[in-house]
């Protein structure tokens, strides 16, 4: 015996979102406005602890990699960089497949990179990682943010 479809829920004015691609702002009781916010900070801390905990520890990853600390400066120098494109180069994605497909996406390709350094250790692949890691820090915060909009209530 199968049950007739529920109704779908109908946005009010007030929480459809303001532009395309923009998420909704329906109204959340407070512990799980307390989950969003909690959810937010943990995905910030995920985008950036990465980078930094390579930028701390590059005279020590310099000899790990066998390069000179120049060289290796040049790993957060792609992270920033990646970082700083996909954030333009994701809107279009982003309003068409929606923020949460792009950025499980580039999780994916960030654990496949992770997954070849270890295959294929060197400074080449370590420069890769960084970069993909740069752009899925891009599809991070961004979810971060609407996550954090989501705790305040809708105008």
């Not at 702002?25 to 307390?34: A, C, D, G, V």
């Not at 654990?111 to 599809?139: D, E, I, K, N, Y």
């Amino acid at each position: 015996m199968s049950r007739p479809p529920s109704p779908a829920y109908e946005f009010a004015p007030e929480e459809r979102p303001l532009f395309p691609g923009s998420p909704y702002s329906p109204q959340h009781p407070r512990l799980r406005r307390l989950g969003y916010a909690a959810i937010a900070v943990v995905m910030a801390i995920a985008a950036t602890l990465g980078n930094a905990l390579v930028t701390v520890n590059l005279p020590n990853l310099s000899g790990a990699l066998g390069v000179y600390v120049a060289q290796a400066s040049l790993l957060p120098a792609a992270y920033v960089a990646m970082n700083a494109c996909a954030n333009l180069m994701l809107i279009k994605a982003r309003q068409q497949f929606g923020i949460p497909a792009v950025t499980h996406t580039l999780l994916l390709v960030y654990a496949a990179a992770g997954l070849l350094q270890f295959v294929v250790p060197g400074f080449g692949t370590a420069l890769l990682v960084r970069a993909v890691s740069g752009m899925t820090a891009g599809g991070l915060t961004t979810m971060a943010i609407y996550n954090m909009l989501q705790v305040v209530p809708p105008a």
